[in-house]
């Protein structure tokens, strides 16, 4: 699952310029167990399985040997509400740990002791972390300088400055009678920036209201 998001589009690309290192450890290459199971049943007699301490503690213990990491993250429906600020304050760190967890969860131990952030992408619960995870590297890893070509478009994406991107339009000019407002056509790049501007805080006190009150 995981191979397959981080090597399309802009992630792969990123990869391609060497702007991003992205690895993935597959956790039972590190289970101790001749089975390599990296599960077992909750202590307390609860359903569903539980990822165990072991392999978890080897993978990141080797990892934090070889480099230092700004964060070793959890996936976690209870962890922070993963949003653009955070997104854009982590595309300036150097090395981060994402742990996906699995089953029913990970050994609780391992998020007193071994984990520093824990982040949510939603309230609602995903079989596994490893889609929260390519979320989170994409919306990071799109922010680095060089990864898109035009850097000023993501700076314009929905959320940048509490706000809602203004509607976009392209060629045709006409489409079945549909129209392309007349100011995007001007040349008179002031008053397009002041008609986006215009468009983005409608649009948020329509849809997302909550983002006007956060500024």
Known sequence: MLEGAMNCSILKRAQDKELVEIQIHNLRDYSLDKHHRVDDYPFGGEAGMVMQIEPIDN?????????????????????????????????????????????KGIDYRIREHLITKEISIGDYVLTGGELAAAIITDAIVRLIPGAIGDEQSALSDSFQDNLLAPPVYTRPAEYKGWKVPDILLSGHEAKIDEWKLKQAIARTKLLRPDLLEDK
């Open 59 to 103: 993978i990141i213990s080797l990892l934090k040997s070889q480099r230092s990491y700004d964060e070793v993250i959890f996936t976690s429906p209870d962890g922070e509400r993963f949003d653009q600020k955070m997104a854009n304050r982590m595309s300036s760190f150097e090395n981060i740990i994402i742990l996906c967890g699995h089953y």
